[in-house]
């Protein structure tokens, strides 16, 4: 029922009340209707803005433009008036290797400032956003917070990798080292969508439908299908029944679901990057976000979803287990049932009658993928702040505990020479310093090179740790985030070749075998290593980020 009370223009009204007894009035009116408006509807209807992170560089975005279509379709449909506009959508398989990276995470405060600076100055009364990829997704949430008005959120989808459609499809693990045609197949993208395997993308799109933002089953929908866009034609409805019922972010996205969130994320086996993302979207709720919630969750909830790289499976397999509904439903003992979501009811009413497709897929707690959740958080006089690992993506159980002397590179690209040159020996531990937050700039992610560390099958007992981070396809012992970061002053920074480094995940623990003072003495000696940088985007990112620990958010 309509609370006759809600004004459903009382923001967009604001472009003609201030001005309503002056000639002026009539030039914001004919701008508008210069759009192909009717002066009435103008005056009537509510202003809906449809947020399109559409672009032709990002195979995860090249079909959202579809999607608004059909959202703006919704929306008419239910009484509004849409207007649509596009932010900016990087693509991390562009840059990864190359310089482009440093550009990737700055990106998300950029976007989520656009959004933000669009909505305000046009005065919408509310939004559907359309995201796809790794930083968008957490970036159209943190705006969404930031506006607090009706808002509906609409993820792009996984998409079909090639091995889908390969007679001997049988998932799509990569593992496949003894073939390069096989493993070619099952990274390349057969459809527009995001990655189809458990990468940040996807990790992000799952959160999404946890916090409650999507409608059911909107997260794993395949994006070429059309499932995709009747989701999205009755997200642009049911925005309309958000604004008529006055149910905003922020009594959707509380404290209850943002824990929601994270015990999604371990059960799934989500992105390292979740541990970015998700700070820095509290921080929008204005919650302090404890990174040892991971390690708290982790012990109680174990990963169920198996899904790679923590198990052969893919999203598109998730959606036809259950999607995270059946996630939801596996977890219903845990999560807090009464949070509301953009449906209108409650995630409890939302799943009741859900069952979960495929066991196989969506694992019983009684049998899981692996026995603790996916992503944990190791501290130490390594990582005083903490250091993130998804210890579902351990193939080789061994290396949950691990010591080895350091080897240590300033950058990604000198660890990539090192291994091509087979100067990287078994039993190692690579050190990556100067790719954090404040020392890359940018906090690139290291794929190119654990990429290649994994189809090195002589080094099967290599460590990874970096201040810098990892795609969400990483697997193996790979520790990223390090805090504090090299640039600042952190142990890692005066780590030299030959130290020993202790790695034991089971106790989260991170530590190199020097005493306090021996670390004190080498940070009297120390100067960070400073890059010439040139970019005005870059050096202002550097100036105003924070800690990975803390999001990498930033701060004026």
């Known amino acids: 029922m309509v609370d006759k009370e809600i004004d459903l223009k009382k923001r967009s009204k604001t472009i003609f009340e201030g001005v309503k007894d002056t000639p002026f009035r009539y030039v914001a009116s004919g701008i508008i209707q210069g759009l192909g408006f009717e002066e009435k509807e103008i005056y009537e209807k509510p202003f809906i803005g449809v947020v399109n992170t559409w672009n032709e560089v990002n195979p995860g975005h090249k079909h959202l433009r579809d999607l608004a279509e059909a959202v703006k379709y919704g929306i008419i449909e239910a009484g509004g008036i849409p207007f649509e506009f596009c932010t900016i959508g990087p693509c991390d398989g562009w840059a990864n290797g190359n310089e482009g990276m440093r550009y990737i995470l700055p990106q998300r405060e950029t976007i989520a400032d656009s959004i933000e600076l669009m909505v305000q100055a046009h005065r919408l009364d509310g939004m559907v956003t359309i995201s796809s990829c790794d930083k968008i997704n957490p970036a159209v949430l943190m705006a969404a917070i930031r506006l607090d008005i009706p808002t509906i959120c609409v993820p792009g989808g996984p998409n079909f990798y090639e091995i889908r459609f390969k007679p001997d499809f049988k998932?799509?693990?990569?593992?496949n080292y003894g073939d390069f045609i096989h493993k070619l197949n099952c990274i390349t993208c057969a459809t527009y969508g995001a990655c189809e395997l458990m990468g940040t993308a996807n990790t992000i799109q799952c959160l999404m439908e946890a916090f409650g933002m999507t409608l059911p089953n909107a997260a794993t929908i395949p994006a070429m299908t059309r499932m995709k866009y009747i989701v999205a034609k009755n997200s642009g409805r049911q925005v309309l029944e958000l604004l008529k019922r006055g149910i905003t972010p922020l009594q959707i996205m509380t404290k209850e679901s943002l824990e929601n969130a994270i015990m999604v994320d371990v059960a799934i086996g989500g992105s390292t990057n979740s541990a970015?993302?998700?700070?820095?979207?509290?921080?929008?709720?204005?919650?302090?976000?404890?990174?040892?919630?991971?390690?708290?969750?982790?012990?109680?909830?174990?990963?169920?979803?198996?899904?790679?790289?923590?198990?052969?499976?893919?999203?598109?397999?998730?959606?036809?287990?259950?999607?995270?509904?059946?996630?939801l439903k596996r977890l219903k003992e845990y999560i807090h049932l009464d949070c509301l979501t953009v449906s209108g009811i409650t995630i409890g009413k939302q799943i009741r009658k859900v069952r979960v497709l495929d066991d196989m897929?969506?694992?019983?707690?009684?049998?899981?993928?692996?026995?603790?959740?996916?992503?944990?958080?190791?501290?130490?006089?390594l990582a005083p702040e903490g250091a993130v690992v998804k210890q579902s993506a351990i193939k080789n159980q061994d290396m949950l505990k691990f010591k080895g002397p350091a080897l240590c590179y300033n950058s990604e690209q000198e660890a990539i020479h090192a291994l091509a040159s087979n100067k990287i020996p078994n039993n190692s531990v690579l050190v990556i310093k100067y790719e954090g937050p404040k020392g890359g700039p940018g906090m690139p992610e290291l794929l190119a090179l654990t990429a290649n560390l994994m189809v090195k099958r002589d080094l099967n007992r290599v460590a990874l740790i970096t201040d810098g981070r990892f795609s969400g396809a990483t697997s193996g012992p790979c520790i990223g985030h390090v805090s504090p970061e090299a640039y600042v002053g952190g142990t890692i920074a005066i780590l030299e070749d030959g130290d020993i480094i202790n790695i034991d995940i089971p106790k989260r623990r991170l530590e190199v075998e020097l005493l306090n003072e021996e670390i004190q003495e080498r940070l009297k000696k120390w100067k960070p290593l400073e890059k010439e940088i040139k970019s005005k985007a870059l050096l202002k990112y550097k100036r105003l980020v924070t800690s990975a620990s803390k999001g990498a958010i930033l701060r004026f």
């Open 171 to 175: 998932g799509i693990e990569q593992s």
């Open 276 to 327: 970015l993302h998700l700070p820095a979207i509290a921080y929008e709720m204005g919650i302090d976000f404890d990174l040892e919630i991971f390690n708290e969750y982790s012990k109680m909830i174990p990963t169920i979803v198996n899904v790679s790289p923590s198990g052969p499976y893919g999203i598109v397999d998730l959606y036809k287990a259950g999607g995270i509904p059946a996630v």
């Open 361 to 381: 897929v969506i694992k019983p707690l009684s049998s899981p993928v692996f026995p603790e959740g996916g992503t944990v958080i190791l501290k130490g006089n």
